[in-house]
C-alpha cells in the first residue's frame, strides 16, 4: 500500500514570497490533514478535511495561508506571502475515517524562509 | 486551549533498561491517547494509543491511562539503541466530530548501548 506522498520535500524562499505545498493521501483515506512542526515542537494542525470539505480551519492563519482538496483526494498549502516565522517542517496526514485515528504521516515538506 | 505537556528531556537510558515517558493533558473530557515515534528528520508514526482507564501492552510497549489525574505513560521494556527517537503524546479532541489531535513537544529518548 502506498503512503501519503508530498512534494517538495525542502523548500527555500526569501520573505515575502509563496510557495505551495502537494499531498496525495493514501488511497480511500477520506480525512486529510495538514500539520505544522516548527523544530522542537509537536505537530501542530492547521487544517482538517473531510472528503473535500473543510471541518476544521481554527489555527490556519489565513491572512497569508489558503489550503484546498479539490475531488476529495490531492491537496494543496499555500502561503502567501511568506514571513520568517513560517519556517517549519509542513506534514500532510491522511486517515480512513475521522475518529478511527491513526492518523498515516507523509515525509514532510521542509520549508526555510530567508 | 487544550494543553499537552511532556517533559522535553533528553531522556538517556542504557540499552536493556526500561524508559518510562510521560504525558499530562488539561481537557479532561479527553477520550483518546496516542503515542507516536518520530526519528529524527522523519516524520511521526504511531506506536499505541489507549482509550480506557489502565495499561495496555504491546510487545516492549506498555501505555498506561488514569484519567482521574490526567496523565498517560509509555514504559518501553528492554529499550535498544534503535528506540532512540523523540516520542509524541497526542490527546484526542472529539468535539462536534472532528477528532482532532493535540500534540506534546514531546520527549527525546537516547538509548545508550
Known amino acids: 500500500e502506498a503512503g501519503v506522498a508530498q512534494s517538495p520535500r525542502y523548500k527555500i524562499i526569501e520573505k515575502r514570497q509563496s510557495v505551495a505545498f502537494w499531498c496525495n493521501p493514501i488511497s480511500g483515506h477520506a480525512t486529510l490533514y495538514w500539520y505544522q512542526q516548527i523544530l522542537g515542537q509537536g505537530p501542530k494542525l492547521l487544517i482538517q478535511f473531510q472528503n473535500n470539505g473543510v471541518v476544521d480551519d481554527s489555527q490556519l492563519p489565513k491572512d497569508r495561508f489558503s489550503a484546498e482538496r479539490l475531488k476529495g483526494v490531492d491537496s494543496t498549502l499555500k502561503i502567501q506571502p511568506a514571513k520568517l516565522e513560517d519556517s517549519a517542517v509542513y506534514l500532510c496526514a491522511s486517515s480512513l475515517v475521522p475518529g478511527y485515528n491513526e492518523q498515516f504521516f507523509g515525509p514532510g515538506t521542509r520549508l526555510t524562509v530567508l | 486551549q487544550k494543553e499537552v505537556e511532556q517533559n522535553s528531556g533528553p531522556l538517556s537510558v542504557p540499552e536493556g533498561a526500561i524508559a518510562s515517558l510521560n504525558c499530562t493533558y488539561s481537557d479532561r473530557g479527553s477520550q483518546s491517547f496516542f503515542w507516536y515515534r518520530q526519528y529524527s528528520g522523519k516524520s511521526p508514526e504511531l506506536i499505541m494509543f489507549?482509550?480506557?482507564?489502565g495499561d495496555k501492552e504491546d510487545g516492549r510497549f506498555t501505555a498506561q491511562l488514569n484519567k482521574a489525574s490526567q496523565y498517560v505513560s509509555l514504559l518501553i521494556r528492554d529499550s535498544q539503541p534503535s528506540d532512540s527517537a523523540t516520542y509524541l503524546c497526542?490527546?484526542?479532541?472529539?468535539?462536534?466530530?472532528?477528532?482532532?489531535?493535540?500534540f506534546g513537544k514531546g520527549t527525546k529518548l537516547s538509548v545508550i548501548p
Open positions: 497526542a490527546v484526542e479532541d472529539s468535539g462536534a466530530g472532528s477528532y482532532q489531535l493535540t
Open positions: 489507549i482509550y480506557s482507564n
